[in-house]
């Protein structure tokens, strides 16, 4: 239970009501600050202007999935003002209070330095991330059936990396039916690959790889799928590139050669916001309740 704890939400999309909904009904007292429009009514939260005062008894403060921009912007789909979070603002949060994110971005990390407050980066996190890979492949695959006139199954595939998203990836290809190539640099990943029933290729060797290739899933944020790459590929092939922006792909090349890639940035935000909220909500209303346990960290 959160009972006793007072956590306060800037700002966000649809999958923070999930977490939103999560901390009411564990008896936190929840303030929300930048949810005017917010039509659902949530009894037991309480909707407030972005001021210090607001800020200055929060144990825990819950920015959405993209922290801020360069600027401090703060992004609310339930708000039309502007909510910029300034220097004040975090200056009149408690010593106690932690600041969880999805990805904090340069600003938001440096503001809080500033203040030595902690900071959470969800996404960071091996069990977030491996939960989110499950819309994130849903996503995926949705797009390489809408943008494509073959099936997966049977398809030369390729996937490239094996982290948290990779390793979901080949496996649900796999599960289609498709014929499954995994690039990867480390040995024991290969090993993995080929335990799975999969081809296992060393990502040194992706040039030769790509030749016969119907659809490459890039998961690497580096620039691998360079032009020289994009050259060998068959003009039919799909490339979805799912690695965070810029992404891993020369789309300007692709584009010339007439190859269809598209960089797909956050899909389980698009494709399963009620899912992402939940997954979110599970892990940060733990995190929160730990916050109690942790030295110092009497929130009550
Ligand atoms: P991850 O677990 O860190 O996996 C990344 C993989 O890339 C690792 O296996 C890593 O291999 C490999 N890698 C990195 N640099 C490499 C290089 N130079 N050469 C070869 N391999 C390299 O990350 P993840 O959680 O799977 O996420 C992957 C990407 O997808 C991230 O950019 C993430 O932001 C993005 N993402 C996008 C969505 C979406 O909706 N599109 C959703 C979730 C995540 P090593 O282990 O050898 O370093």
């Known amino acids: 239970m959160l009972t006793g704890i007072h956590v306060a939400f ?3 999309d649809a999958r923070q009501l999930e977490v939103i909904k999560r901390c009411i009904q564990l008896d936190a007292s929840v303030t929300l600050v930048g949810f005017d429009n917010l039509e659902s009514n949530f ?36 708000c039309s003002k502007q909510l910029q979070l300034l220097d004040e603002h975090v200056a009149s949060l408690p010593s106690h209070c932690v600041v969880y994110t999805g990805m904090a971005k340069p600003y938001l990390k440096k503001l809080l ?45 390729i996937v490239l990396g094996l982290g948290r ?3 979901s990836m080949a496996r649900a290809l796999h599960a289609l039916g498709a014929r499954v190539r995994v690039g ?13 029933g999969l081809t296992p ?16 899933f890039n998961t690497i944020p ?29 789309f300007r090349y692709a ?4 190859i269809k890639a598209l960089l797909a940035p956050g899909l389980p935000g698009i494709v399963a916001p009620k899912t992402a909220g939940q997954i979110l909500a599970q892990t940060l209303s733990r995190l929160i309740a730990d916050q109690r346990k942790a030295p110092g960290g009497d929130a009550t």
């Open 43 to 78: 009894t037991g939260a309480t909707k407030k202007p972005l001021t210090c005062d607001v800020l200055k008894d929060v144990d825990a403060l819950i920015l959405p999935i993209v922290g801020t921009d360069d600027q401090g912007y703060v992004e609310s789909i339930f």
């Open 222 to 250: 580096q620039l691998l799928l360079t032009a020289e790459v994009i050259a060998q590929m068959p003009q039919s092939a799909f490339i979805l590139d799912l690695a965070s922006k810029p992404g891993g792909t020369d």
């Open 10 to 12: 800037i700002g966000g």
């Open 113 to 157: 330095a500033s203040t030595r407050l902690p900071l959470v980066e969800l996404l960071d996190r091996d069990d977030v991330a491996i939960y989110n890979s499950i819309p994130t492949v849903e996503g995926a695959l949705m797009m390489a059936i809408q943008h494509t006139d073959i099936t997966i199954h049977g398809s030369q595939s």
């Open 255 to 258: 584009e010339r050669r007439g």
């Open 184 to 196: 990867a640099r480390r040995q024991e990943h290969l090993a993995r690959i080929y335990e799975m």
């Open 201 to 216: 290729f060393h990502i040194s060797e992706v040039r030769q790889q790509v030749t016969n290739a119907d659809f490459i």
């Open 165 to 167: 998203t990779g390793l």
